[in-house]
């Protein structure tokens, strides 16, 4: 593995593919060996087939993801990991790992921080979450007002 440094493009466009809504669980469901739509659909709640769709395709564009047409009647369409895809296997399992073990116990921890003043029902500062990615700043540490 290379020297991390504040910025790899190559790094931003991955997680920008995987990272976007929906993809980690499709990409999970078609680790699982699950190949059409329908089933696709069904394994991962709460996905419109509109969104699968178009995440399939990005995937495909990309070369994650084979699509193949079986000619027949009913005409059958199965997705199918590409050896690039297949590789992604390892960073799933390593954000699935990482998601028992922090994930669940992150938001509780992050929901306990949160000092709620009596006088004002406001959050207090200090107990405030803060950014996490390296080399941002807020709008406050800026001197900006927050477009929130």
């Known amino acids: 593995m290379n020297e991390l ?88 399992r390593a954000v699935a790992g990482w998601a028992e073990s922090w994930a669940k116990a992150g938001s509780k921890r992050a929901a306990n921080s949160q000092h709620v003043s009596p006088e004002s029902g406001s959050t207090s500062e200090s107990n405030q979450v803060r950014p996490a990615i390296i080399g941002t700043q807020s709008a406050a540490q800026r001197g900006q007002k927050s477009a929130i």
């Open 5 to 92: 440094t504040s910025f790899c493009p190559d790094y931003h466009r991955a997680v920008e593919l995987i990272g976007r809504r929906w993809t980690g669980a499709i990409l999970r469901a078609l680790l699982t060996d699950v190949k059409r739509f329908n089933d696709l659909a069904a394994a991962v709640p709460g996905l419109s087939d509109r969104m699968l769709a178009e995440r399939l395709k990005e995937l495909e564009t990309e070369g994650v993801v084979v699509r193949r047409v079986f000619p027949e009647t009913p005409v059958r369409v199965e997705y199918r990991l590409t050896e690039k895809g297949r590789a992604l296997e390892s960073v799933v």
